[in-house]
């Protein structure tokens, strides 16, 4: 489709760039969760070296952990982890 507008906007004088991806484009509860992991493990990788899957599950495990220590804190209800063996 990107090939198709190129070769035929390019006959015009303007480039159109699409972005298939666009903010809120239809984010639901499980795009916020995985965005909610993605964080934790950035965050511990910024803080060592992560090199097996331990380590990220490690990290994903802290880092809900924390954020569960902090909504207490706040007087949030909380989530907790569960590793599927």
């Given at each position: 489709?990107?090939?198709?507008?190129?070769?035929?906007?390019?006959?015009?004088?303007?480039?159109?760039?699409?972005?298939?991806?666009?903010?809120?484009h239809?984010?639901?509860?499980?795009?916020?969760?995985?965005?909610?992991?993605?964080?934790?493990?950035?965050?511990?990788?910024?803080?060592?070296?992560?090199?097996?899957?331990?380590?990220?599950v490690?990290?994903?495990?802290?880092?809900?952990?924390?954020?569960?220590?902090?909504?207490?804190?706040?007087?949030?209800?909380?989530?907790?982890?569960?590793?599927?063996?």
């Open positions: 489709m990107k090939k198709f507008f190129d070769q035929t906007l390019s006959k015009i004088l303007f480039k159109v760039n699409l972005n298939f991806f666009a903010e809120g239809g984010k639901n509860c499980r795009d916020i969760h995985f965005s909610h992991i993605s964080q934790f493990v950035k965050f511990e990788s910024l803080k060592r070296k992560l090199t097996t899957s331990e380590d990220v490690l990290a994903i495990q802290n880092g809900q952990k924390n954020a569960n220590e902090n909504s207490l804190a706040l007087g949030i209800l909380f989530v907790k982890i569960f590793k599927i063996i």
